[in-house]
Nanobody
Framework: VQLQASGGGLVQAGGSLRLSCAAS?????MGWIRQAPGKDREFVAA????????SYADSVKGRFTISRDNAKNTVYLQMNSLKPDDTAVYYC???????????????????WGQGTLVTVSS
């Protein structure tokens, strides 16, 4: 499985961006994990294959929305009301097993994309 993330860029605080992650091969639950400079990786959001269950970090609830289009084998992360604290490299990742609820632990994700940089200016 290969994952290709895109959509990052520079945006002012309060703005929006939409990240995309195109997958080749069979995927199950997929998620977004970010890493800010000098900080540990942080779970952001995840979604099951059916889209019936999602998980969000408290820091992004109400601002970010994860969705997927299985016909295109693509997962999206719509990010609204961006804050400077959202600045990070965003990685998409995929699990290799069926789950009822998508994992919030990055060690559960077997496949990883290359990351896309999101920079939010104040």
């Amino acid at each position: 499985v290969q994952l290709q993330a895109s959509g990052g860029g520079l945006v002012q605080a309060g703005g929006s961006l939409r990240l995309s992650c195109a997958a080749s091969g069979r995927t199950f639950s997929m998620g977004w994990i970010r890493q800010a400079p000098g900080k540990d990786r942080e779970f952001v959001a995840a979604i099951t294959w059916s889209g019936g269950s999602t998980s969000y970090a408290d820091s992004v609830k109400g601002r970010f929305t994860i969705s997927r289009d299985n016909a295109k084998n693509t997962v999206y992360l719509q990010m609204n009301s961006l804050k400077p604290d959202d600045t990070a490299v965003y990685y998409c990742a995929a699990e290799d097993k069926v789950t009822v609820v998508p994992s919030t632990a990055d060690e559960e994700y077997k496949y990883w994309g290359q990351g896309t940089l999101v920079t939010v200016s104040s």
